[in-house]
């Protein structure tokens, strides 16, 4: 969750946004770019400010060029740990940090660049879908929050968000695309097999760490971009179809592992940890615990949470504003339910951990029957408001555990915020007699070794070579 916060709840990580834009690009297409791209980046938790930005911002600016795109396209490095990339009207090509860990070489990344590129070139959007990348985020936002169809339209737009997918012979066609722009900008095409390998391995990897409903939401490129075996097939005949050998043309495997030495990892600390159902924010001082059963998801707009039963929910803030809790309180509310058929029920003003708070509960009809909510809303320090919008089916079964969620909420101590630390990605270089289970043993993660082979894109059955480099997770230096 970042600094800088949102009402509503952004799900365009969630469902794999992937808007697509005009071939050649026109000038009301680089407008609309244009226009999207500072409400975009403020839904993914803003630009990265690393040295990696502008490395990307460079090998786009190449891959561009060999689609015959030069000077046309906007490359972003976002500020996000979930491995995405996706283009939108105008060529605004976006990548998260998330992404740029798991490659492993400079041409992988051009790889995702050029399929990116792609999409433009091959004008795959759809004439309405162009305008409506933005307008989306608010009615998935709606619908995300209380499953309601009827509150999609009351929010005043088609889902067009949820359309934004590409068909599998667009899929292939940016592949195909891909693996030519690929080549002409001087680099291996099987480079696009090793990529699409290395995410099917990170799909594999979420698949296996984490519970399955949880990697079937999680928001990853993937899902935009199905990834089937035939596809990495179809991408491996295309490279041997280019005439280049496999080691003719260059990867870039150092130097791409020296430059991501240093990207954060993880969790930012100005967008909070989350580590099972605990949430903490280092650089807000405040924290809370979810009852057991529930899960929370850091986006860059608030923490999304589920519970047992269909109870969902987010957890997010702002400032205060003059007239105080109340107003935050019911600001918020109007906000998130826009106008829809509420009823509500009585306030409550109490104190939580020494916090004023004030929490108040309602029903919203929707078409599936009435929704309960509530709202709790805390007054934190130097000015700054937090708030719980849960809704789960009517019935007190899970008040006890709404109850011990907002009874959790907290300021931290100065201790507590000085040990919620970043974790990094460091490059290091295999000494003689390193193993693979050595290697790993310096990573600062879960499950060290898939994490290692996941982070490295290689199997069990490749065992590391002194001298090579390979990437590891650390914890960054106070
Ligand atoms: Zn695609």
Redesign the pocket.
Known sequence: MNRRFALALCVLLLTGA?GYGDAPVTSSESQVGAEQHPQLLAQFGGSYAGDETQYLKTLGARVAKAAGLADQCTFTLVNSDVVNAFAVPGCYIYVTRGLMGIVNSEAELASVLA??VG?IAANHSERQQRRSVVRGLGVAAISAVTGSERLSRIAGATAALFTLR?SRK??YE?DDLGVRYLRQAGYSPFAAVGMLTALGRHQQFLAATREREDAAAMPEWAL??PLTEHRVARSLAAAKASGVAPDALTENREAYLQEVDGLLYGDDPAQGFVNGTQFAHPVMRIGFQGPSGFKLSNTPQAIRIDGPDGLQGVFSGGRMPPEGLRAYAEATLAGLLQGAQVELGTASLTRVNELPTIIIPGTVATEQGPVAFSLAAYEGDGGDAFHFFMVSKPGAAQASAIGALYESFRLLSDAEAASLRPRRIKTVRVASGETLRSAASRMVADQPLQHFLMLNGRSEREPLRPGELVKVVVTAPS
Request: with cysteine; net charge negative; glycine share 0%.
């Open positions: 992937c399929h990116e999409h590409y667009h899929e940016a935009t971009h």
